[in-house]
């Protein structure tokens, strides 16, 4: 497939597309777009930031424009992902449509959601508390919504949301069509999916838990007092848009401060700020009114913002999965990005737990594994020699222990490629 016309979309939605500047469908839009007009259910899996977005939303668009009944049901972990989802589908419906949208997440006031609930929106985008707010209430009708996405699915069907899930699709019509994306699929939560679907397609463009090609990673072994001085060092050292991801909502605070007083324009993102913050703070960054954006994992899926460039691991996640998906949220769109994660000696259990994820058979050699490191003049086997905490840096071996790397892979991506070969 070279270009969407042979898709044989309806002209409102081959105009979107010629607006938005999609010519070329990406890989899993080519796979998944006819299927997914055939009728079938879909399970999708792409790399992080090769537009899955747009393979279930073209689809989804073109069946509302070409159905004048029914309606469609997107549902996303997080209400920043959702609203970025909100933005494309409009964008493929076009300023003059009179397809009637509803945009159902929490921490919204609820007057203006039943305003949109009761001009019978034929396309509900959402997080499932709210969804389900209104359906308890009565506010919000699925008996005629067939097309249903669960985008981001792995989180989507993890623990903390499944009993949600439950309870919307008791709402919902059972001969359904359902697609699902993501950019990580453990085997039991697509085993767990079959329960949702009806004979769906497998669609995989690439490898599956893999963080993108595109993004040169750095590991940086640290103590946990000395990570701060070092993101200072890091953000120094880089240039354009930074998002660094962190554990606790109060820390993201405190460093947003603390990095502010160091000169910096920085601002943080977590799930205890109101929703107009999150908005406002989201919309600053996308316009770069600021250069770094501290996040918890709310911002680990799904956003799209190209100007990110680089990503700092601060802390590692709690989930190894979202290791993939913080990466993804620089090198969109075949774009180049950098990633730097600082390991501390606590993070041995979750540091072993992404290696396993990423790569199995490094993690069965520890000989082969070498990190960066800041202490010493040169890269070390970490496990063999751990960094000594009350080393200095030696300023002058810094650039050639991160940035030594020119041939753009670095030691870690190197041995992922080097596993892989050995897998295959
Ligand atoms: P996604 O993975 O869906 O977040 O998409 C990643 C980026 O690729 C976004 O900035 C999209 O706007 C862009 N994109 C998606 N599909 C296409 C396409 N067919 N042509 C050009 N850009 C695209």
């Known amino acids: ?105 929490g921490g919204e006031s609820m007057g203006k959601q039943l305003t949109q609930l009761r001009a019978r929106p034929r396309l509900i985008v959402g997080t499932p508390g709210r969804i389900n707010d209104h359906l308890e209430r009565g506010t919000l009708m699925l008996h005629d919504t067939h097309f249903l996405v669960l985008d981001e699915t792995d989180r989507m069907l993890d623990m903390g949301f499944t009993v949600q899930l439950e309870r919307i699709f008791k709402y919902m019509p059972e001969k359904r069509q359902t697609l699902m994306f993501s950019a990580t699929l453990p085997s039991n939560i697509l085993k767990l999916s079959q329960k949702y679907m009806s004979e769906p397609k497998r669609i995989a463009v690439g490898e599956t838990n893999v963080v993108a090609k595109n993004i040169k990673q750095d590991v940086i072994r640290i103590e946990q007092d000395q990570k701060y001085k070092e993101l200072i060092v890091q953000l120094h050292e880089r240039q354009g848009s930074v998002i660094v991801f962190i554990k606790t909502k109060y820390g993201a605070d405190r460093m947003a401060n603390n990095l502010r007083k160091d000169g910096f324009t920085a601002d943080a993102l977590h799930g205890d700020l109101r929703q107009h913050k999150r908005d406002k703070v989201m919309k600053n960054f996308r316009e770069q009114n600021f250069r770094v954006l501290i996040a918890t994992d709310i911002a680990a899926r799904g956003l799209d913002v190209p100007h990110i460039e680089h990503v700092v691991n601060y802390d590692l996640p709690q989930v190894a999965e979202d290791f993939i998906h913080r990466m993804g949220r620089t090198a969109r769109a075949g774009a180049e990005g950098s990633a730097v994660s600082f390991v501390s000696g606590q993070d041995g259990r979750k540091w072993h737990a992404i290696q396993l994820l990423l790569n199995p058979d490094s993690v069965r050699k520890p000989a082969n594994d070498k990190f960066v490191t800041r202490r010493g003049a040169s890269s070390s086997s970490s496990r063999k020699k751990p960094s000594r905490p009350h080393e200095t840096r030696k300023p002058d071996a810094r650039k050639k222990d991160v940035h030594g790397e020119k041939s753009g892979k670095s030691n870690f991506v190197k041995r992922f490629h080097r596993g892989k070969k050995k897998a295959a």
């Open 1 to 105: 497939m070279k270009n969407f016309e042979g898709f044989g979309l309806s002209p409102t939605l081959a105009k979107s597309l010629a607006y938005m500047k999609y010519t070329t469908p990406t890989p899993i839009q080519a796979q998944a777009i006819p299927l997914a007009l055939e009728g079938h259910d879909i399970m999708g899996s792409a790399q992080t930031g090769t537009g899955k977005t747009a393979a279930f939303a073209i689809p989804l668009v073109e069946k509302l424009l070409s159905n004048p009944r029914g309606s469609a049901l997107v549902l996303t972990p997080t209400r920043e992902l959702g609203k970025q989802i909100m933005d494309i589908m409009h964008q493929l419906l076009g300023p003059k449509s009179s397809i009637k949208t509803a945009f159902i997440i």
